[in-house]
């Protein structure tokens, strides 16, 4: 993974924010500036509605020297140098972006989910609930972002397999986000191929052969795993090219598809049932689930992925029974962290104006 400075990060995010303003022939009179909601979607200690320290990076990324500084304030400086007319009104995680966005369309929204490259949760918690919160508070709610993914750092409570300590500790990250890694598009395919290089090693997937990309980490894609999930042919053609054209076997047999197709639907469902379990446990802890309530899910893993929404709910009737499909509907919230952002950034400014 390459390492980025933070001021060349947001200085880029700066010119494509102004390019952006030129492109679209947008200007502003006087000393007025537009008011931007700002996705950051990375553990944060929020100390206002655009103000906070970044705790920690996941999911991969890093740019060096930013770790417990606020990325608002060097986001904006960006913005100052350049005399950009902008001012960022809201720092927001994608979670707690995608629960307002699926809110405005659905009153009922109890969580707001983020299922993609990496996953995490936001619910609406009661503030005489929150132990840290020492303030005085006007509303009786607060939304809270879990950051689940980080759950079970011990490693104690998760049907952790051998397959899952290779592909942590070869991460950029070893024994942190445990649950993300379990669940998350980044981490599925590599999941697989460790699956997979096992059953070659004992000779019982391609008569022991491997090929040069298929050895190589991370080369077994996630999409790869939503087009074999989906690949319903007599013959698993979709999964035959994937292995033969894309990883470059020399030859499989219908034999070889199918274990691979297998194992495949078998770590698809289990992220699946994990981020239903997730789930679960805010429902269970607020009692969303016995009441109407809705979840609203952003991110390609369940946008894309075959049969994910369907195996969450699946999970979530196993947990409290058939009546939860009565009450409690998950669905998607497209592109929710930046639509939540922009309504976060309105209401924002709106209260500032007052």
């Not at 500036?33 to 944060?44: D, H, K, M, W």
């Not at 350049?82 to 809201?90: E, F, G, K, L, Q």
């Not at 006007?138 to 409570?157: H, L, P, Q």
Request: charged residues 20%.
């Amino acid at each position: 993974m390459e390492q980025h400075t933070t001021q060349n990060w947001l200085d880029f995010m700066a010119v494509c924010v102004d390019s952006f303003l030129d492109e679209h022939q947008i200007t502003v009179r006087g000393d007025t500036q537009f008011e931007l909601g700002f996705t950051f979607s990375f553990p944060v200690l929020q100390t206002s509605i655009n103000r906070g320290t970044l705790i920690s990076w996941t999911k991969g990324f890093n740019a060096a020297g930013m770790v417990g500084k606020d990325p608002v304030a060097y986001l904006q400086d960006a913005f100052n140098r350049r005399h950009i007319p902008v001012r960022v009104a809201a720092l927001v995680n994608d979670t707690v972006g995608t629960l307002l966005a699926h809110a405005y369309n659905n009153p009922d929204t109890c969580m707001g989910v983020i299922l993609g490259t990496g996953c995490n949760g936001a619910y609406i918690e009661k503030i005489e609930n929150i132990a840290k919160w020492k303030g005085d508070a006007a509303a009786k709610e607060m939304i809270i972002n879990m950051e689940f993914g980080a759950f079970d750092k011990e490693r104690e409570i998760l049907p952790l397999t051998m397959f899952d300590n290779k592909m942590d500790r070869k991460s950029v990250n070893p024994n942190k986000q445990i649950l993300e890694k379990m669940i998350a598009g980044m981490y599925l395919g590599e999941i697989t191929r460790n699956v997979l290089l096992n059953l070659i090693d004992r000779r019982l997937l391609f008569e022991g052969n491997i090929s040069a990309d298929l050895n190589q980490m991370w080369t077994f894609e996630t999409a790869y795993m939503s087009t074999i999930e989906a690949d319903g042919s007599p013959t698993l053609h979709a999964t035959r090219k994937i292995l033969e054209s894309t990883l470059n076997f020399s030859s499989t047999t219908m034999n070889d598809r199918q274990i691979v197709k297998l194992i495949v639907e078998l770590v698809g469902k289990r992220a699946a049932r994990l981020s239903a379990a997730a789930i679960a446990g805010v429902l269970e802890h607020t009692g969303a689930w016995k009441q109407k309530a809705a979840i609203g899910i952003d991110g390609s893993l369940f946008e894309y992925y075959p049969s994910f929404n369907t195996d969450i709910m699946d999970g979530l009737e196993e947990v409290f029974g058939p009546t939860v499909r009565q009450n409690v509907s998950i669905g998607l919230a497209q592109d929710g962290s930046g639509v939540g952002a922009a309504l976060c950034a309105l209401l924002a400014a709106k209260h500032s104006a007052v």
